[in-house]
């Protein structure tokens, strides 16, 4: 059975301050830039009015170093987009540890010498807070006043502003947006597909195409 997943844009909500370190082997080598700090918190309802389940946070944690930090994969792009992929073009740091203290997650990440990647270390030089805040696909359970995530699925570490700024967060869920976690693990969001499919409506037989993509669209959903 198909699961009907939300897009979740979340920051830490701690008042840790991020730190950040930068590493050269020899003065005529390039320095690399490292930015560490809490990256994840489970447990208990933040401003968002969202709540994490530990277990939810440890198994994708989990996931999430063996499949993308080990291979060298883990990468996050500068502020949230409204997508479940990870676009390269945009990618600005690389997830290089992520651990677990408690119900916080820490993590050390790579400025990457992408373009996005030269932005994050021109504000970091300008004196600007970098912050990290976790992209996720998850299913919503309201009790109790607040949303609990569950079947989360991790997609990104995102760099983003300051996180003591609430207001420079992408808050929320996207709710225009819905993605089906198929059987094979894999997601693919359904409106844009369904969209996609009515930009190739044949001239011909309209009606019986259009009903046909609506029950596949339906039958996602």
């Known amino acids: ?3 009907k997943l939300n897009l979740v844009c979340e920051n830490p909500d701690l008042h840790d301050q991020f730190e950040v370190i930068e590493e050269e082997t020899n003065k005529d080598s ?5 930015i560490k700090g809490p990256y994840m918190m489970a447990e ?6 969202r709540s994490y389940p530990i277990d939810e946070l440890e198994r994708e944690v989990a996931n999430y170093n063996e499949n993308m930090v080990k ?5 996050g792009e500068l502020n949230h987009p409204s997508s479940a992929d ?8 690389m997830v290089t540890e992520l651990s677990q203290d408690g119900n916080v997650f820490y993590g050390k990440s790579k400025v990457l010498t992408t373009p996005c990647g030269h932005i994050i270390r021109s504000l970091v030089n300008d004196g600007v807070t970098v912050g990290m805040s976790s992209r996720a696909l998850g299913t919503l359970e309201e009790a ?3 949303s609990t995530v569950r079947n989360m699925k991790l997609v990104a570490i995102d760099a983003v502003a300051d996180p003591s700024f609430p207001k420079a967060f992408v808050n929320g869920i996207l709710e225009s947006k819905q993605w089906v976690l198929a059987e094979d693990g894999k997601y693919e969001e359904t409106y844009e597909a369904f969209e996609g499919s009515l930009k190739k409506l044949p001239r011909k037989e309209i009606d019986q195409y259009l009903l046909e993509r609506i029950k596949s669209f339906i039958g996602k959903i």
Request: charged residues 15%; proline residues 7%.
């Open 86 to 93: 990870v676009d390269l073009e945009r990618a600005c740091h």
């Open 44 to 49: 208990g309802v933040n401003r968002n009015n």
């Open 1 to 3: 059975m198909s699961l």
């Open 144 to 146: 109790g006043g607040h």
């Open 71 to 75: 291979p060298g994969r883990a990468m």
């Open 30 to 34: 390039p320095s690399n830039l490292f």
